[in-house]
């Protein structure tokens, strides 16, 4: 795929899912994923590391490329081998939680980056990136069930009712 269809698709990608949460995270967070993931029959790890892997990839991975692309000097073949590592190995827990159209447009990314022949493009390709993976992360948040963690509160906190008030 070229870089500008690339660009393209990811913003598209970025626009059909800003309203509407993607089929394939409502089916996460209902745990009824055909793979049957989690361990013991449960769910939570699942939504839980799904997450976390969304998370770091829109807030930590993709921004650091981003960064890297604005530093003088910086080793193209490098930063692509990183890529592929690093951004790949998330594509690989996307598909793995059931996120497998996220997995795809991941490891679109990988492919097209390591085609790129400049800094300016690769940074130019990651910023698409990173507004659909950003979206993918906000509704894999919205997912995650944040109220079991108020059975966790440090002490002095206080417990929250199913109000969600404090008391």
């Known amino acids: 795929m070229a ?14 899912i800003w309203l509407k949460q993607p089929d394939e ?3 996460l967070a209902r745990g009824t994923s055909p793979r049957g ?3 013991r029959g449960q769910y939570l790890t699942p939504i ?15 921004w650091v490329i ?10 193209l073949p490098t930063v692509k ?21 996220a997995a795809h447009i991941v490891r679109l990314y990988v492919e097209v980056a390591g ?3 400049d800094v300016a493009e690769l940074k130019r390709l ?21 109220g079991v963690c108020s059975g966790y509160m440090r002490a002095g906190y206080g417990r929250r009712g199913a109000d969600g008030m404090e008391r």
């Open 81 to 101: 081998a990183v890529i592929a590592e690093m951004v790949g190995r998330k594509a690989g827990f996307f598909e793995l939680f059931g996120l497998e159209h």
């Open 115 to 117: 085609e790129v022949d």
């Open 66 to 75: 981003a960064i890297l692309c604005d530093r003088e000097g910086i080793d």
């Open 25 to 27: 995270i409502a089916v």
């Open 126 to 146: 990651t910023e698409a990136m990173i507004g659909y993976v950003n979206r993918v992360h906000v509704w894999v948040d919205a997912a995650f069930p944040w």
């Open 3 to 16: 870089l500008d269809e690339a660009v393209e698709l990811f913003h598209r990608e970025r626009d059909a």
């Open 37 to 39: 993931i989690g361990s």
């Open 48 to 62: 839980m590391f799904a997450e976390g892997a969304a998370r770091s990839l829109a807030d930590e991975t993709l």
